[in-house]
Structures are given as C-alpha cells and as structure tokens.
C-alpha cells in the first residue's frame, strides 16, 4: 500500500512538472554616461535574482540579463513575458537599472530606492540575473532582494552594496561604503583602508 502510494505521488508531481513551462530570454545593452561629470554612478536594483559586476575596460556600461519566466501553461508564461521588464535609463551623470512587474512600484526619491507593493496576484514566477561591467571611476550601488547574491569583483569606484536574503561578496575593492544584508553572509577584501565612514551589517549570517 504504501509503495503504491508514493508511485501515484511521483507519478503526480512528474506530470504536474512536464506540464510547466519555461521561457528564457537573454538582454545585452551597452549604455553610456551622456556628460563629463567625474561623479558617475551606476544604480542597478533587482527583485529576484543575483547582480554581478566586473571591471569595463571601456567607459561605457555592458549590461547582460537573463530573464526566467515559468507558469502552469504557455499563457501564463505570455503574459509574464509581457510583464516582467528590465529598464535601463541614462540620467546625464547616472545610469539607473532595474526589474519592472506589476506587483511592485518603483521609485527613488533623493538617489534612494523605494518600493510599494500592488495587490495584483502574478501567476507565473520569474527571475532575472544580471552581469554588469562598469568603468572603475563609477561609483557601484548594486542591490538585489530575493534568489541571489550580490557579487562585485576589482571594482577601483566607491561601492554601496545590499541584499535581503542572500549574500553579498566584494572582492578586490578599493572604497566600500556600504555592505547590508538581512539573511546571509558578507564577505569583503579590500586593497586599502576606507577614506570615508563604512557600514557593514548582516542579522542572519557572518562578516569576514
């Protein structure tokens, strides 16, 4: 009785999994700081999903993102393809990246992200990663919530990091201003001892 039990389970959860579907889409965008400022920065805000970035070797910022949409059935997947949106936009001496879907609202208010959220029910989930390669006289303010970490690699720029469930890496760094995360560890090495106040604060995980 009970082996016939978990084979009906099994079978159940196999089909209700051929029966998902899933669509991925990959985004490439080369953005450029449109004035001379020497006060450059990049602000790149995610939802669900990790931010990396690396050194350009250019003065321009390469953003990669992959976007994962999945849902019960092919109409449900439509419309979250629809839905989910990665928006860049260039502001003279600032480039803004974000996650765009209905269930939440964004803004900023005096360079500060805010958030409110809908009550609209989204039937599909998703995710989205980004990579991001950025001049090193930038400042990095990178920052994502859910289903990934946040990962900054040889940045020479000021850099503000923060997550809520996930990590946050900074390796090779020269200035790092800001590292908070809720729900995971902060791990930090830097080449030289901060010019300016530091924060750095996790409330479930570690700092080394």
């Given at each position: 009785?009970?082996?016939?039990?978990?084979?009906?389970?099994?079978?159940?959860?196999?089909?209700?999994?051929?029966?998902?579907?899933?669509?991925?889409e990959?985004?490439?965008?080369?953005l450029?700081?449109?004035?001379d400022?020497?006060?450059?920065v990049?602000?790149?805000e995610?939802i669900?999903?990790?931010?990396?970035?690396?050194?350009?070797n250019?003065e321009e910022v390469?953003?990669?993102?992959?976007?994962?949409?999945s849902?019960e059935?092919q109409?449900?997947?439509?419309?979250?393809?629809e839905?989910?949106k990665?928006?860049?936009?260039v502001l003279?001496?600032t480039i803004?990246i974000?996650v765009?879907?209905?269930?939440?609202?964004y803004?900023?208010?005096?360079r500060?992200r805010?958030?409110?959220?809908?009550?609209?029910?989204?039937?599909?989930?998703?995710?989205?990663?980004?990579?991001?390669k950025?001049?090193s006289?930038a400042?990095a303010?990178?920052s994502?919530?859910?289903d990934?970490d946040?990962i900054?690699?040889?940045?020479?720029?000021?850099i503000?990091?923060s997550?809520?469930?996930g990590?946050?890496?900074?390796?090779?760094?020269?200035?790092v201003?800001?590292?908070i995360t809720?729900?995971?560890?902060?791990?930090i090495?830097c080449k030289?001892?901060?010019?300016?106040?530091?924060k750095?604060?996790?409330?479930?995980?570690?700092?080394?």
């Amino acid at each position: 009785m009970y082996k016939y039990f978990t084979w009906i389970l099994l079978t159940s959860v196999s089909i209700s999994n051929a029966l998902a579907q899933t669509h991925v889409e990959t985004i490439n965008r080369t953005l450029t700081f449109t004035n001379d400022s020497k006060a450059f920065v990049v602000f790149a805000e995610n939802i669900n999903g990790f931010v990396e970035v690396s050194p350009s070797n250019s003065e321009e910022v390469k953003l990669e993102a992959e976007i994962e949409i999945s849902g019960e059935n092919q109409k449900i997947v439509d419309q979250g393809k629809e839905e989910v949106k990665i928006i860049s936009k260039v502001l003279k001496d600032t480039i803004l990246i974000y996650v765009e879907c209905p269930a939440i609202n964004y803004y900023r208010h005096d360079r500060k992200r805010r958030f409110s959220f809908n009550s609209v029910d989204i039937d599909y989930d998703f995710k989205v990663d980004i990579k991001l390669k950025i001049p090193s006289k930038a400042m990095a303010d990178i920052s994502t919530i859910n289903d990934g970490d946040v990962i900054i690699n040889k940045h020479d720029g000021k850099i503000k990091a923060s997550n809520v469930n996930g990590n946050i890496t900074i390796s090779e760094a020269n200035q790092v201003l800001k590292a908070i995360t809720v729900n995971g560890d902060i791990d930090i090495t830097c080449k030289q001892v901060p010019e300016e106040e530091v924060k750095f604060k996790t409330i479930n995980g570690d700092i080394r």
